[in-house]
């Protein structure tokens, strides 16, 4: 009899940890998909624009698909609150998908950073920076990436706060459009 009550109250109840790191897993498997293939496409193809375009969509994805399977799973209603935190949760767990991945990618081609760096250089002296305005920023972005080098750990801490961060300032946008109150019964 305690058996048969607990599953119907975990029917009731999902649990939010689980699916908030399935699709945690998935969002920082798409969003690492996307650099991943631009990585494979550089030299041909560079465009930091895209590049955002594509984990913003892939985001948006994510986030609206669990959601709206989470908001089921509770029965078709979900306060903002609810959704808020849910989604927090989904970018905390990406936010460490990326961080291995980053990790992983930083040892397999530690220059791909500073390949990038020139190509942010040409793109700043063809919309015409002075060289001294462009050698001051590559060098504070250099400093940046040889501290993540020496500081791996440091820098997926880092890494993981900020997109936690980036992603409650997108979850407080996402959960008022897709947030479900129930309705009130007025009983007159």
């Known amino acids: 009899m ?15 940890y689980r699916m908030a790191s399935t699709f945690g897993l998935i969002m920082g498997l798409a969003t690492s998909a996307v650099h991943f293939v631009f990585y494979l496409l550089e030299g041909k193809v560079y465009s930091p624009l895209a ?17 709206l399977n ?23 767990f990406a936010g460490i998908i990326g961080a291995v991945y980053s990790f992983i990618f930083s040892n397999i081609d530690p220059d791909y950073a500073y390949r990038q760096l020139e190509l942010v250089k040409q793109q700043f002296l ?42 409650a300032l997108f979850c407080s946008v996402s ?9 009130v019964i007025n009983e007159s």
Do not use: C
């Open 126 to 167: 063809d919309a015409g920076l002075t060289d001294m305005a462009i050698d001051k920023l590559i060098l504070s972005l250099k400093e940046g990436i040889d501290f993540e080098m020496q500081h791996p750990f440091q820098s997926a801490l880092s890494a993981i706060f900020l997109n936690t961060v980036l992603g």
């Open 70 to 92: 989470y908001r089921n799973a509770l029965g078709g209603y979900i306060s903002y609150w609810k959704t808020f935190v849910f989604g927090v949760k989904i970018f905390v």
């Open 175 to 183: 959960s008022a459009i897709l947030r479900k109150d129930k309705p």
């Open 51 to 67: 590049v955002m375009a594509l984990n913003l969509i892939a985001v948006i994805l994510v986030i609206r698909w669990a959601t």
């Open 2 to 16: 305690e058996t048969i009550e607990s599953d119907i109250e975990k029917q009731k109840n999902p649990e939010p």
